[in-house]
Structure formats: C-alpha cells, structure tokens
C-alpha cells in the first residue's frame, strides 16, 4: 500500500525530492534497497504534517479542535 500512499502525499501537495527518472528513494537503517523518501532533507514529517493540515482546513466534514485535550 505504500505506492499509493505516497501518491496520495503526493496528490496533496508534499514535494518529496526527485530525481530525473522519478522519485528520489534512499536506502537507511535496516533496509535491503532504497525505498524511503524525503523532502528537504530531514523534513519529511513536517512536509507531511503540513500538507494534511492544509488538506484538514478545507475539508468542511471535519472539525479542528486546537488546544484540545482527549481523555477517552
């Protein structure tokens, strides 16, 4: 499901890095290929954040509770 996922990222608007020949994916940790991306180098997850956020704003079905706390 990962492909699909990163297109949906992708559709959102995050600007994962590229190469000519498409994705730029990285090979880290324990991986056996390369298969992460990135954006900005050590960003990714705020690229990520920021684009759902963006995309939560717009969507008038949900409702943003800032500064709010869930106990259950």
Same mark, same amino acid.
């Given at each position: 499901?990962?492909?699909?996922?990163? /297109?949906?990222?992708?559709?959102? *608007?995050?600007?994962?890095?590229?190469?000519?020949?498409?994705?730029? !994916?990285? $090979?880290?940790? &324990?991986?056996?290929? /390369?298969?992460?991306?990135?954006? *900005?180098?050590?960003?990714?997850?705020?690229?990520?954040?920021?684009? !759902?956020? $963006?995309?939560? &704003?717009?969507?008038?079905?949900?409702?943003?509770?800032?500064?709010?706390?869930?106990?259950?």
């Amino acid at each position: 499901q990962g492909p699909a996922a990163i /297109a949906f990222l992708d559709a959102l *608007g995050v600007p994962f890095a590229r190469e000519t020949a498409g994705w730029s !994916v990285h $090979r880290e940790a &324990a991986h056996s290929r /390369a298969r992460v991306l990135h954006v *900005g180098g050590d960003a990714s997850g705020a690229a990520i954040m920021d684009a !759902v956020r $963006r995309r939560i &704003a717009t969507t008038p079905q949900v409702e943003v509770l800032s500064s709010t706390r869930a106990v259950r």
